[in-house]
Structures are given as structure tokens and as C-alpha cells.
């Protein structure tokens, strides 16, 4: 390998490579975005070698540092689509698919208080399908309308196709890529300690940081 460091962009790995002779010094700094905005990688790298004692002794030293930025999954999808159970299904031979797509919400699930009222009454039961569903956003109680979601399958802790982003819940929080923090150095001296045996020592070092947040 031409490099003293690197990190691998498969795996987010960093790799200390072992180079032992190097004679002057680089440094590079890279940083970008994604097109929205958001998602910065930056990757910063020293290396130097040089001679002393009189061209007897080269020291190497190279360090290497990785940064990359979370991305919330709902900054990419403003939807959280899964399989589901067909509840039109009525058998494996009728024609009907077993499962289908749909835009994946649950209401006991929202970050913000919600409830089901059918007939006056709270909370629903087995009556949500025809129940009204309510939050309380801001201090205000806001209706949720009927035809913003599809019900999938009945009951208070039922689920639906589509209906307020405010039901998202469980997804506010998840990432599609963590924050880390890669980090590395390496560091070799040899020396040679007469025409025929040379001392030489090696030292590396390697840390990964992952910060991983899901509130539910």
C-alpha cells in the first residue's frame, strides 16, 4: 500500500497499514455533504518519516481521522412503507395477494397523546374501525380525518395505512447510518545499530466510536 493509513469505506473500518520507511510528510483534508444538505464525511491524514543519528536511525509516523454524520431516516423517507398481512385475503386460492405495501402508522404508537372515541365513548375497542381518532398536538385536540388512512387491522393498538405524520412514533428517532468517529495512528523507528543488525519497533493504535439513538 502507497499509504501509512487509510479506512475502508466498505466496512467503516479504519486500517493501520504498515509501512516502515517513508522519507517527508503529507497531510489531507476532505470534507463534503449529501446533495440535501446534511450527512458530512470528513477524513483527515498525517504522515512524515524522516532520518537522524546520522542517517542510522527513520522514524515513521502517520495518523489518520474519520467523522461521518448521522442521517434520521426521516430525512430521506417521509414514509415508512412494510409488508402486511392482506386482511382482503380469504384463502390461498383466491386470487387475492397473501400481502401487500402499505404506508406503515400506528397511533398508540405517536409521540403525542391519541385516542379513539366511537359513539361518545373512549376508548375504542373493537370499534376503531369506526371509532374517531384524536391528538392533542400543541395544547390543541386535532381530529384525524378518515380519509387521510386505511384501516388494516381494527382496535386500539391497531395499524393503518397512511394517516398524520404525528403517528410515525417509533421513527422519529432512527437513523439509516449512525454518527462514528474512526481514528487511527501508526508508528515505526529503526535504527541501525551497526553494518550488520538493524533494531526496529513498531507501534499502532485504533479506535471506533458509534453513537446509535432510537427513542421509543
Request: charged residues 20%; contains cysteine.
Amino acid at each position: 500500500a502507497s499509504a501509512i493509513y487509510g479506512a475502508d469505506a466498505v466496512t467503516g473500518a479504519v486500517n493501520v497499514v504498515m509501512k516502515k520507511r517513508m522519507d517527508g510528510s503529507s497531510a489531507s483534508i476532505t470534507t463534503g455533504m449529501a446533495e440535501e444538505g446534511d450527512a458530512r464525511q470528513t477524513q483527515a491524514s498525517f504522515a512524515t518519516g524522516f532520518d537522524f543519528l546520522d542517517d542510522r536511525a527513520h522514524l515513521v509516523f502517520g495518523a489518520n481521522y474519520v467523522f461521518t454524520d448521522d442521517i434520521p431516516l426521516l430525512d430521506r423517507y417521509n414514509k415508512r412503507y412494510v409488508y402486511q398481512v392482506n386482511p382482503a385475503n380469504t384463502g390461498p386460492e383466491d386470487g387475492i395477494p397473501d400481502n401487500i405495501i402499505i404506508d406503515f402508522h400506528q397511533f398508540y404508537r405517536s409521540p403525542y397523546p391519541t385516542w379513539c372515541m366511537f359513539e361518545g365513548k373512549a376508548p375504542c375497542g373493537t370499534n376503531a374501525i369506526n371509532g374517531d381518532w384524536y391528538q392533542l398536538v400543541d395544547g390543541q385536540v386535532r381530529h384525524i380525518p378518515r380519509d387521510s388512512y386505511t384501516t388494516i387491522s381494527n382496535n386500539d393498538t391497531g395499524t393503518q395505512d397512511g394517516g398524520p405524520d404525528t403517528a410515525f412514533g417509533i421513527y422519529d428517532y432512527m437513523l439509516l447510518r449512525d454518527k462514528s468517529e474512526k481514528a487511527s495512528a501508526y508508528s515505526n523507528l529503526e535504527v541501525q545499530l551497526s553494518p550488520e543488525l538493524v533494531w526496529n519497533t513498531s507501534v499502532g493504535f485504533a479506535s471506533s466510536y458509534v453513537l446509535y439513538l432510537i427513542h421509543i
